[in-house]
């Protein structure tokens, strides 16, 4: 049965890989994301690979609405619905400190945007009886700490809404993963100092590819991150808040 | 966009660099940089010397500029971004009957690599060289954004096939692919006992790609022995190509010494049958051997290793059977060495290739080598012929300009599109292409 795609934030290098590696499968993408002159070339990209279809669409995740003309555009394809959710933003810490409305535009995002849209697909998907949602977080939401927790609360907020929609769509036949990467080659990472075991934006989605395929719920990408969040998580309270790291 | 500060090196690793890199991964992203700062790019860092180093300055990495743009099935006439690689391409496409017109020996390089240097294949002989193929391709060079080809700004393109990256930075390509028949090759290994006997099969050679391995430490009677391997695509089932294999950590400085490269080179010899024999192949195993083997190149150890190669006119085969008789001599060659024929197909002003033979060999960066490399320019120069810039890096501007007669054409176009010297590197100072004589 033919699948299609909906990337949200496809204009980043781990949606790209994605969307290129569910392209040479031959399922369908419908790239969403604002530089609808990067889009178009990916959308080519992934035409060539394999993709049944491939199109370039606009999608803000500030913009509600933005969000209806993807669903009407998706429900010309028959098959399922899969929904892959990249976006997500993360100003300086030092820039929303002197200027804290910059906290809601992280929060919509990385939180609120996709959350919406996922809530106006999911009824869809429930018709057809099935689809996968792919929900990118990131292990900066497992803790918050002093370099990035609006950005780590948004992530977080994020994942306990993905815990809650899995919960709703395996009901129906559907599936949600959590990906939590940690460090990954982007250029949201490219010239951070303080950088370590950083992993390619293809090997990132090689694992979301096999979580989604074999059903996991919450993934770490790689997967060492999941031993290292555990003994983040594990630190007490009285000694982390003294701890910058 | 953010620059980093980062060391790299060119493949063979004796050159160095540190300086900024930015790394772009959208096309407004890519022109906003070169409007700002005008830099050279920078691909997989395949050439082997200095070309794709910058020390001290900025560069831009391409690696994320690697879509396919646009593809028609019925002509074989491909739009791709600079960063696209060459083995990519080859994977996704051969499947559909369809090859780059020209490959390198190795699937890493990008598609603005591969015409930066004006790269060669194994079947140059029948069909030139890269840039031959290149139909258009779009230029950055400031806030200024070009599209030239052989007949827009003729001149131009001339001077950035094979140019170096002087002329600005190429954000993408047209390229004019060739049939295949499927994504298998049909290859005939065969051992070859002699340096003449050598000649007289590339000559005779009516095969589509052919490459000869050579025997570099082999002397006397056993001179110029080897292996010819012959190879057409074809269509079939083969297994998939092995997984590849990485070299964790340098290699420590005997794993090339001499006494095991003549082992190694005479096991490597016998493993073809006296008879000859017929294999058939995934096509990424014949054109690229050695990716399977990520970072070969610390096979070398830290100091890294030199590649020589030449090309001498036919008539001048003499000359480079000398040279192969001071390499063996000096002990100092790798496994890897190549002999193959070349037509005259060349797309640039500063192109290497040339009708003839050509010789590439590899050496440890060890005591002697880099002597040895210049005698054996020296020698190439002697013999009229010429040494391929993506490889080298140890020649002198004094050595190589009298090697390229339109040295002055590429030197007259390069200024005009670069009067303040953005896109110089580190070959560029070291040969000392850009300051008028």
């Given at each position: ?49 394999g ?62 945007g996709?959350?919406e ?5 999911a ?8 689809g ?20 780590g ?8 809404y ?7 769509l ?9 990906v ?66 | ?12 690793r004796?050159?160095?660099?540190k ?21 050279p ?19 831009i ?96 393109f001339?001077a ?95 794993a ?23 294999t ?6 014949f ?22 190669q ?25 496994p ?7 037509g ?9 290739p ?57 030197q ?22 850009r300051?008028k004589?």
């Amino acid at each position: 049965m033919s699948e299609t795609w909906i990337i949200l934030g496809a204009t980043s290098s781990m949606a790209k890989a994605f969307a290129r590696a569910v392209a040479e499968r031959g399922d369908g993408v419908l790239l969403a994301g604002r530089d609808m002159d990067d889009l178009k070339r990916t959308a080519a990209d992934c035409a060539q690979r394999g993709a049944a279809v491939s199109e370039a669409i606009k999608f803000d995740a500030r913009k509600r609405e933005s969000f209806a003309p993807i669903y009407k555009r998706v429900l010309r394809e028959d098959g399922m619905i899969n929904v892959a959710v990249f976006v997500g933003s993360m100003p300086p810490q030092e820039d929303i400190d002197a200027d804290p409305s910059l906290i809601e535009g992280v929060v919509k995002d990385s939180f609120t945007g996709p959350a919406e849209f996922l809530q106006g697909i999911a009824p869809e998907m429930e018709a057809r009886g099935g689809g996968c949602v792919v929900g990118v977080g990131s292990v900066a939401g497992d803790r918050g700490r002093i370099g990035n927790y609006v950005y780590g609360a948004a992530k977080a907020g994020f994942a306990t809404y993905l815990s809650g929609l899995r919960n709703r769509l395996t009901r129906a036949g559907g599936h949600v993963v959590t990906v939590k990467p940690g460090f990954v080659d982007t250029g949201m990472t490219w010239g951070i100092e303080g950088m370590f075991l950083v992993a390619s934006p293809d090997k990132v989605a090689a694992d979301i590819l096999k979580a989604v395929d074999k059903k996991r719920n919450v993934i770490y990408t790689p997967f060492f991150w999941r031993y290292i969040m555990l003994i983040i998580r594990s630190i007490p309270e009285f000694i982390f808040k003294k701890m910058s790291i | 966009m953010r620059w980093k500060t980062a060391d790299y090196t060119g493949w063979g690793r004796v050159h160095r660099a540190k300086g900024q890199l930015a790394r772009p991964e959208r096309e407004s992203t890519l022109e906003a940089l070169i409007a700002e700062e005008p830099s050279p790019a920078i691909g997989m860092c395949r050439s082997y010397g200095d070309a794709c180093l910058n020390d001290g300055g900025h560069a831009i990495d391409m690696t994320r500029m690697d879509r396919v743009l646009s593809f028609d099935a019925k002509t074989g006439v491909i739009e791709v971004e600079g960063g696209c690689r060459i083995g990519e391409l080859a994977r996704l496409f051969a499947p559909q009957g369809w090859l780059p017109a020209v490959m390198p020996g190795t699937g890493f390089a990008t598609v603005a690599g591969c015409i930066a240097n004006d790269v060669h294949g194994k079947n140059h002989h029948g069909i030139g060289s890269f840039g031959q193929h290149v139909i258009s391709l779009t230029l950055l060079n400031g806030d200024k954004k070009q599209l030239i080809s052989t007949k827009r700004s003729a001149g131009l393109f001339k001077a950035t096939i094979g140019g170096l990256g002087q002329t600005g930075v190429i954000a993408s390509a047209k390229l004019q692919m060739i049939p295949c028949k499927g994504d298998v090759m049909m290859v005939t290994e065969r051992r070859i006992e002699g340096w003449d006997e050598f000649l007289a099969a590339l000559d005779s050679s009516k095969a589509t790609y052919t490459v000869g391995w050579i025997d570099a430490t082999a002397k006397g009677d056993d001179l110029g022995r080897g292996i010819l391997e012959e190879g057409e695509t074809g269509a079939g089932l083969v297994p998939k190509p092995k997984k590849s294999r990485a070299i964790p950590f340098n290699a420590p400085g005997f794993a090339l010494s001499k006494p095991v490269v003549r082992l190694f080179n005479k096991l490597y010899y016998s493993r073809v049958p006296k008879s000859g024999r017929t294999t058939v192949k995934p096509i990424s195993d014949f054109f690229f051997p050695l990716d399977a083997i990520h970072d070969w190149n610390r096979l070398y150890g830290k100091r890294g290793f030199h590649q020589f190669q030449c090309v001498v006119p036919i008539a001048q085969a003499d000359a480079l059977r000398e040279m192969l008789e001071r390499i063996a001599n000096s002990g100092l060659a790798s496994p890897l060495a190549v002999l193959k024929r070349m037509g005259e197909g060349r797309g640039g002003y500063m192109s290497f290739p040339m009708e003839g033979y050509t010789l590439a060999v590899d050496f440890p960066n060890r005591a002697g080598a880099e002597y040895l490399i210049q005698s054996l320019i020296d020698m190439t120069e002697a013999a009229g012929g010429r040494i391929y810039l993506a490889k080298d890096s140890v020649a002198t501007g004094a050595q190589v300009k009298p090697m390229y007669p339109e040295f002055a054409d590429y030197q007259a176009e390069v200024q005009k599109a670069d009067p303040d010297g953005h896109y110089t590197t580190d070959i560029i100072r070291r040969l000392d292409l850009r300051s008028k004589s």
